[in-house]
């Protein structure tokens, strides 16, 4: 029986298959303009499959993404909380896969733990999409990609800055940055950093990372600056963070270094004061929403990936 592809880690796929899935996400999204946002696509490819949508973590954008993004797609959706399951009580993640792939096409999880995503798709047979993890979030950084190329970015020329906390979206863009070639300048304080073992990883395949901890430094010149919140869901030192990590706001004065046709990119939600200015994410050099935006249309390419061969 031929396996399924999960889509679990940037990492773990190939670049000319990211390739593809962005190529697809930017044809997709042209194929339907002017059209209603619940009519389906002309070609409908997956009428009469369905996708779980499973949430461990509450979310806004994966989950209405996700669900439209299927029904764009032709199919149908079906959403659940852990605590709506059993497997938020005593079943087992192994158990859980076998039940879910009789009676759906494809799982979407997104979980607290990275295990979790991992072991539901070892004894899945359907692919399995890693809607978030605490250690990653490849499908965010597609639309990310997806709406700087839209941007008329070439990846392989730009300079990404990240600033703040070396959280699971920083990681993934660890990640691609060894699949699309574009150079990953690291800001955070030392006690924030993503892990040597994965920075290692991604430069052995090739990435160019920077690590450098005054964010003014790491912002001069860069194309892109990019922001997350510093304190995420589970955190359970919100003041300490706070304090850490308020230096590494992205201001005004961090966005000039950059320069006036650099673009900001924040995966939302947002705290405006927080780890960016609200004169920055709401100024003319946020692309914020069209990055939610195409959270719809990466994920339909991710699924047609999954789902197709």
Not at 123 to 151: F, R, W
Not at 256 to 274: I, T, Y
């Amino acid at each position: 029986m031929t396996q399924p592809k999960h889509f679990l880690s940037l990492a773990d796929i190939p670049a000319s298959e990211l390739r593809s899935i962005l190529d697809e996400a930017h044809r997709r999204k042209k194929a339907r303009a002017g059209l209603p946002k619940g009519v389906a696509d002309i070609d409908a490819p997956f009428l009469g499959e369905t996708l779980a949508l499973i949430f461990e973590k509450s979310s806004t954008r994966t989950r209405f993404s996700f669900d439209m993004a299927m029904r764009q797609l032709g199919g149908a959706s079906i959403t659940a909380s852990s605590n709506n399951m059993q497997i938020g009580r005593s079943e087992t993640i192994e158990d859980t896969a076998r039940v879910l792939s009789l009676f759906v096409d494809g799982i979407m999880l997104r979980a607290n733990s990275h295990k979790t995503v991992v072991e539901l798709a070892r004894n899945s047979s359907v692919p399995v999409i890693n809607g978030l993890t605490d250690y990653n979030h490849p499908c965010q950084i597609m639309a990310d990609l997806q709406t700087l190329e839209e941007k008329g970015g070439q990846l392989s020329d730009m300079t990404l800055t990240w600033v703040g906390d070396g959280n699971n979206v920083a990681v993934s863009f660890i990640n691609a940055a060894a699949k699309f070639g574009y150079r990953l300048r690291l800001s955070t304080p030392s006690a924030y950093a993503v892990s040597g073992q994965t920075i290692s990883a991604a430069r052995n395949a090739g990435a160019k990372i920077d690590l450098e901890t005054d964010p003014l430094k790491a912002c001069d010149g860069a194309d892109v600056v990019i922001a997350d919140t510093f304190v995420s869901m589970g955190d359970k030192d919100a003041e300490q963070r706070l304090t850490d990590l308020m230096p590494y706001q992205v201001t005004d004065a961090l966005m000039e270094k950059a320069g006036p046709d650099a673009l900001f990119l924040h995966c939302l939600p947002a705290h405006r004061g927080e780890e960016v200015a609200a004169s920055v994410i709401d100024g003319p050099q946020s692309v914020v929403f069209d990055e939610a935006e195409n959270r719809l249309h990466a994920q339909k390419a991710i699924i047609t990936w999954c789902l197709t061969g």
